[in-house]
DNA sequence: CTTTAGCACTCGCTTCCCCGGAGTGCTAAG
DNA sequence: CTTAGCACTCCGGGGAAGCGAGTGCTAAAG
């Protein structure tokens, strides 16, 4: 049972009104956009809070989006509102920062995202598993060694290690032949297992036992999660009320995994309210846009609002700066080798 | 004009309720503590008052602590209050987290003062300048090499860098010779200036300059913070204001610089309300410890909170934190190599 | 000279009430 | 189907009143 044209347009005009000023929105300001009587508007409005698109917070006052009307919106009405010159600038000159690391990158993907839209943003990179693709271990002095590992999905970190036997370098060089020859693109658990196995002089061993420990931190956390412009929320009216704010400040600095992610690939999805698992975010939206990082890793930045956010302006901004992304991304990732058999060290 | 014993009492007692309730506190109270009649306190109170120690939000309202009445009780009143069994462990357990990144036991420092003392913390590492203590790159692929850093003050970083012209595994290897033999332990703009310099064909040129690049970058980031546990402000009744919250919440995310550091070594330092410089902190107070990370660099914990903050327990957890900290890098540090004349690769 | 009891006074906070205004639903007429 | 009119509802703001915690002062007691 489809809405009539005029039914949309009202709906429409009502959710664009309570997003910038929420507060319930009533009859006659409609009817003013619409030039006809407040009182046609009224009958049009009973039918839709009867369909269960508008909610009234109490019998006479003004009508308020409920989360079913928030969806139509969503999925029809709103028109994607156009970048500013500005908006698109800023964006632009934030990814032209080197591509440093990928953490840094991403944790700036998110501020600049929560600075544009003015709301908390998070960013998510899944990485795609695997192992570690690359060892290297480099003499330092006698106790210590700097160990090298590039992961198969292209992140590449290093750290000092410590053993209490001397190492020199021509038993690191050999270690490190060692590890790229038996312990490349296996799993934590797996390397541990070949470990066990190796037999060699106690100094060798430490250090080989030292780097498998940290490859496997470095495996471990291949999910990460960065968050921005939390404050953000303290502008709202919604979140006036100091307890709400601090929930669903937990959530972003505690509660960083139940963070929502979207079902498959779809390139945008957007979750109203309740449709929101995470009891946390019930009365909150969030919208996600998704892209790729190189061929191997699929990246996620997500923004968190009230339900009366501004999905529109949200939306637009979002895809942008993600197509951004992935086409940063490609670029550089672009000239990463295949994964598969391409050793060439030792 | 030294204030008697009994002042010094009433100062305490009014200093450790208000403290702890929030609300200006009356002769009644604390004459039940002392054992005199309220009509005494209130004499000794109105004195207090007149020296500046106390104040009064409105005539017969209780009394507030002043600035200058918690300076007295800083220096003098307060005695260290002991941690419980628990609260150690919980540091002592934070702190057996294996020592990886130094970025990340500082951040996690953060996290765990901030847990504990329930307001937000930072954390400062500022290196001791200096420059590169040795370069390693490593072959990937013909386009790609991974570029590893160690500074002077013993960080260890390492990315992933691409050249546009293939640059062989011998290239790399003498390149890295060339590095540690002639860019050590210098400037950014020196390094530049020495890039200069070199003559060198086009892939290996390359390659060198992204390394430098790299390089000057990381020395760029010698100062670090970071920052934990912002949201516990709301928590607290003199935050229930919205945007109070959010302007010392931006001053956490956005003018980190701006957080205070102590004036010299001194262990332990106290800001109090308008002692503070920065005009956002104008009403709240500052506790700093700071603590040693190796023998080039220094470590400052700060917590920020109301004037009415805890001090005593603060100061405390504080305290023995850095003193923990401290203890810690002594003993992975201490293996350092000194920092001169330690160059024995290549 | 210090302490204490007593008392009048101040002042912020809460509660209650009243009222205005915005908005509604309904009815009846165009 | 639209519109004007009208009675009704209910939120929110603005006093007014009362309460309670606390003060300062005075005078008496130790």
Redesign the interface.
């Known amino acids: 049972m489809e809405l009539t044209d005029r039914k949309k347009e009202i709906l429409k005009l009502v959710i664009e009104q309570y997003i910038s000023a929420a507060e319930p929105v009533g009859s006659k300001a409609i009817a003013r956009e619409m030039g006809v009587s407040s009182a046609t508007i009224r009958n049009e409005m009973a039918e839709l809070a009867e369909l269960g698109y508008l909610e009234q917070p109490h019998t006479s006052a003004g009508r308020v989006p409920s989360p079913k009307g928030y969806r139509l919106y969503v999925n029809e009405l709103m028109e994607q509102r156009a970048l500013s010159l500005q908006e698109t600038e800023e964006i632009n000159s934030a990814l032209q920062l ?1 591509m ?2 990928l953490d840094s990158v991403l944790a700036k993907a998110g501020q600049v995202v929560s600075s544009i839209v003015r709301y908390p943003a998070y960013a998510i990179v899944a990485g795609s598993g695997g192992g570690v693709r ?1 060892f ?1 271990l ?4 006698l ?2 060694f ?1 160990a ?1 590992v ?1 992961t198969d999905d ?1 992140r ?5 290690l ?1 053993t209490e036997v001397d190492v020199t ?1 021509e038993d690191l060089a050999a270690l490190t032949a060692l590890l790229n020859d038996r312990f490349i693109q296996l799993t934590p658990q797996e390397m541990g297992a070949r470990l066990m196995e190796a037999v060699l002089p106690p100094g060798q061993f430490m250090a080989l036992s030292k780097t498998i ?1 940290y490859a496997g ?1 470095i495996l471990a956390d291949s999910v990460q999660v960065y968050t921005a ?3 953000n929320i ?2 709202l009216p919604e ?2 009320d ?2 709400k ?2 929930e669903l ?2 959530l972003f ?1 505690e509660g960083q995994d139940l963070l929502p992610a979207p079902v498959n690939g779809a390139g945008m999805q957007v979750l109203i309210g309740p449709e929101n698992v995470n009891e946390a975010l019930k009365d909150t939206s969030v919208v996600m846009a998704s892209y790729d990082i190189g061929e191997h890793m699929r990246g996620l930045i997500g923004v968190v609002g009230p339900t009366r956010m501004d999905y529109a302006s949200v939306a637009a901004r979002l895809s942008y700066f993600a197509e951004s992304l992935t086409r940063l991304f490609g670029q ?1 990732s672009g ?3 295949p994964v598969k058999e ?1 050793k ?2 030792e």
Chains 1, 2 share one sequence.
């Not at 480099?138 to 002095?141: I, T």
């Open positions: 080197r440093q690391e690359q290297n480099l003499p330092v002095d106790g210590s700097i090298v590039m292209g590449v970190k290093s750290q000092l410590h370098g420990g931190d412009g939390t404050k303290l502008k979140f006036r100091a307890d704010a601090h400040m937990s600095t550089h000239e990463l080798p391409t060439e060290n």
